[in-house]
């Protein structure tokens, strides 16, 4: 299967931004949906955004108008732009893309996570 490599995260101080990237190690056929998912201790991972190739997105009602999720398809890579971040942001990201193989082979995987914390 492919393998989904995430950067981007680190420490940041409350009202700043960082901006995450996620990169598929090689060329599939085609990625369907791109997801941003995060999950903080002792909660579930839930949806933050996500996005079509055609370009249809969704967000989650707690980063709206702060968070915009962008993709490349030609470089098999999404990103998710976090303005304006908050403490209750704090958590581990992961990537998620639903995706086809040459071969046929349709399946989802996921990234190995980036941790954000926003401090105080």
């Known amino acids: 299967q492919v393998q989904l490599v995430e950067s981007g995260g680190g420490l940041v101080q409350a009202g700043g931004s960082l901006r995450l990237s996620c990169a598929a190690s090689?060329?599939?056929?085609?990625?369907?949906?791109w997801g941003w998912y995060r999950q903080a201790p002792g909660k579930q991972r839930d949806l933050v955004a996500s996005?079509?190739?055609?370009?249809?997105?969704n967000y989650a009602d707690s980063v709206k108008g702060r968070f915009t999720i962008s993709r490349d398809n030609a470089k098999n890579t999404v990103y998710l732009q976090m303005n304006s971040l908050k403490p209750e942001d704090t958590a581990v990201y992961y990537c998620?893309?639903?995706?086809?193989?040459?071969?046929?082979?349709?399946?989802?995987?996921w990234g190995q996570g980036t941790q954000v914390t926003v401090s105080s």
């Open positions: 996005i079509t190739r055609g370009g249809i997105t």
């Open positions: 998620n893309a639903d995706l086809k193989e040459y071969s046929g082979s349709r399946y989802n995987t």
């Open positions: 090689r060329t599939v056929f085609t990625i369907n949906t």
